[in-house]
């Protein structure tokens, strides 16, 4: 069953149209559910990170030439 247009959240329907994607009857009220879910946890993503606080991006010469030690 197809969501009212009270139910329906104009932001996902844009993402979903750019995206080109047609939703199965019956789904977007699980799809909305996440979507919205997913928003809330941006602001943890985009919280001014510098590329010290990546622990991928380090590394400690000590332990990438210890093969090299005679």
């Known amino acids: 069953m197809d969501p009212t247009d009270a139910e329906r959240d104009p932001e996902l329907d844009l993402v979903l149209k750019r995206a080109g994607i047609t ?10 559910a996440c979507y919205r879910d997913l928003q809330s ?23 990438i030439t210890r093969e090299m030690t005679p």
């Open 41 to 63: 946890l941006l602001p943890l993503l985009r919280n001014g990170r510098t590329a010290a606080a990546e622990p991928a991006g380090t590394y400690d010469l000590d332990t």
């Open 23 to 32: 939703l199965p009857e019956g789904r977007y009220g699980g799809v909305l």
